[in-house]
């Protein structure tokens, strides 16, 4: 079945240092989404992009829409402590068939040195 | 918070007993979804509901069985809980404006199941 790699599988970096992860597939997908999950809570939902090339920001995080529908990117600038946890990556494969098939990644934990 | 209500929030049971988790939203979603979160695994779909009595099958539904009789509650069964069924069981909604995915999923905080 279609999958999604996630990478890096974790990371430790330096308070103020920016961040990047990725997600990436052999399948072109229509919808990316990428959430951000706490311990002991549910994943929250960071920024949701709907076409190829989008470019979106919420505060401190951008992410893109790959061009090739094929990847997508997670960016964080000037990392601070909260923002520690486990980061995922979600996508709707183009061809979807049947309803009920988001597709997630395994995974980013964000560790940060305080 | 999206006004998801996952009930309970923590469970023990033994193996071969029945199990119901309870989601309830406050938004009037159209799409309800009940995943799984398991270490190596990620976050995979159980069975989701686009409507009142309206319900179909996940990538990983075996052993599950699902209800909503109200737009607002979906509960997930386990007719007969195994060891393998383990998992934190998270429920999500969506609005479904134009197809279940073109609004984003809002997750609840969780079930943390543990079968012995």
């Known amino acids: 079945g279609q999958q999604l790699n996630q990478s890096p599988q974790s990371m430790f970096i330096q308070e103020g240092e920016d961040v990047s992860m990725n997600c990436t597939s052999s399948s072109i997908f229509n919808t990316w989404l990428w959430y951000k999950q706490d311990p002991g809570e549910g994943p929250v939902l960071l920024i949701a992009l709907y076409k190829a090339g989008e470019l979106t920001s919420n505060g401190r995080l951008t992410a893109q829409f790959g061009i090739t529908r094929k990847d997508s990117f997670l960016n964080i600038s000037a990392s601070i402590p909260s923002d520690v946890g486990i980061y995922f990556c979600?996508?709707?494969?183009?061809?979807?068939?049947?309803?009920?098939?988001?597709?997630f990644g395994k995974g980013t934990k964000l560790s940060v040195k305080p | 918070d999206a006004g998801i209500t996952q009930s309970p929030r923590h469970k023990v049971t033994e193996t071969g007993t029945p199990v119901t988790l309870r989601c309830h939203q406050t938004?009037?979603?159209?799409?309800m979804y009940w995943y799984r979160q398991d270490p190596g695994h990620g976050l995979r779909l159980i069975h989701y509901s686009y409507g009142v009595k309206d319900t179909d099958k996940g990538e990983v539904s075996d052993g599950y069985s699902v209800s909503r009789s109200k737009t607002e509650d979906f509960l997930l069964t386990l007719e007969s809980a195994t060891s393998s069924q383990t998992s934190v069981y998270f429920c999500?909604?969506?609005?479904?404006?134009?197809?279940?995915?073109?609004?984003?999923?809002?997750f609840g905080n969780g079930t943390r199941l543990t079968v012995t």
């Open positions: 938004e009037n979603h159209r799409y």
């Open positions: 999500a909604i969506s609005e479904g404006r134009g197809g279940p995915y073109n609004s984003p999923l809002h």
């Open positions: 979600a996508g709707l494969p183009h061809y979807g068939g049947s309803q009920g098939n988001l597709i």
